[in-house]
T-cell receptor, first 113, second 113 residues
Framework: DAGVIQSPRHEVTEMGQEVTLRCKPISGHNSLFWYRQTMMRGLELLIYFNNNVPIDDSGMPEDRFSAKMPNASFSTLKIQPSEPRDSAVYFCASSLRTDNEAFFGQGTRLTVV | AQSVTQLDSQVPVFEEAPVELRCNYS??????LFWYVQYPNQGLQLLLKYLSGSTLVKGINGFEAEFNKSQTSFHLRKPSVHISDTAEYFCAVCSSNTGKLIFGQGTTLQVKP
């Protein structure tokens, strides 16, 4: 398996624009996590899914953020409208619910100018 | 609710010296515990995990950790570090009930020659 695949690797956008981050989890995994990493706040859990269903979105900062998982092999994290304070590295991770070992993607570095 | 505290933000150590990175957690339910490592501009990689059984767990690259339920700790140790161990280390806790996986703030291990 190729591991967790995130796209794009880098994204630079202007304030106010919509940004969509994409994630393909490892085949067969049934849990998926979205994290945001910044120097100030560390690694924050934004939302996670079990069997494509959102279980806990309490970490989503505000209504500008939304996440979907339409099927077991694809998830998106959308920011609309984007703001400079959203600049961070966003990680997607997947795991098997049976042992909970999370495998991480390479991350998307988002810069909002 | 669950939380993770890494007690040291930076740990400088000389090459070939032993090191301990400290982690404490709190949770109202039973948990699984993990240590991850992050090298610059990369995602997180699993070092080791505790799910059940022996409280001393061994991981990759010569690292080990001990689960102490009474002290709610899961400290990471290595008897002799190398320059290549310089990285960011994250302790994580996963709820056995919900699968929610959260991370501590991270500890930067700086190995000096």
């Amino acid at each position: 398996d190729a591991g967790v695949i995130q796209s794009p690797r880098h994204e630079v956008t202007e304030m106010g624009q919509e940004v969509t981050l994409r994630c393909k989890p490892i085949s067969g995994h049934n849990s998926l996590f979205w994290y945001r990493q910044t120097m100030m706040r560390g690694l924050e859990l934004l939302i996670y899914f079990n069997n494509n269903v959102p279980i806990d979105d309490s970490g989503m900062p505000e209504d500008r953020f939304s996440a979907k998982m339409p099927n077991a092999s694809f998830s998106t994290l959308k920011i609309q409208p984007s703001e400079p304070r959203d600049s961070a590295v966003y990680f997607c991770a997947s795991s098997l619910r049976t042992d909970n070992e999370a495998f991480f993607g390479q991350g998307t570095r988002l810069t909002v100018v | 609710a669950q939380s993770v505290t890494q007690l040291d933000s930076q740990v400088p150590v000389f090459e070939e010296a032993p090191v301990e990175l400290r982690c404490n957690y709190s949770s109202s339910v039973s948990v699984y515990l993990f240590w991850y490592v992050q090298y610059p501009n990369q995602g997180l990689q699993l070092l080791l995990k505790y799910l059940s059984g022996s409280t001393l767990v061994k991981g990759i690259n010569g690292f080990e950790a001990e689960f102490n339920k009474s002290q709610t700790s899961f400290h990471l140790r290595k008897p002799s570090v190398h320059i290549s161990d310089t990285a960011e280390y994250f302790c994580a806790v996963c709820s056995s009930n919900t699968g929610k996986l959260i991370f501590g703030q991270g500890t930067t291990l700086q190995v000096k020659p």
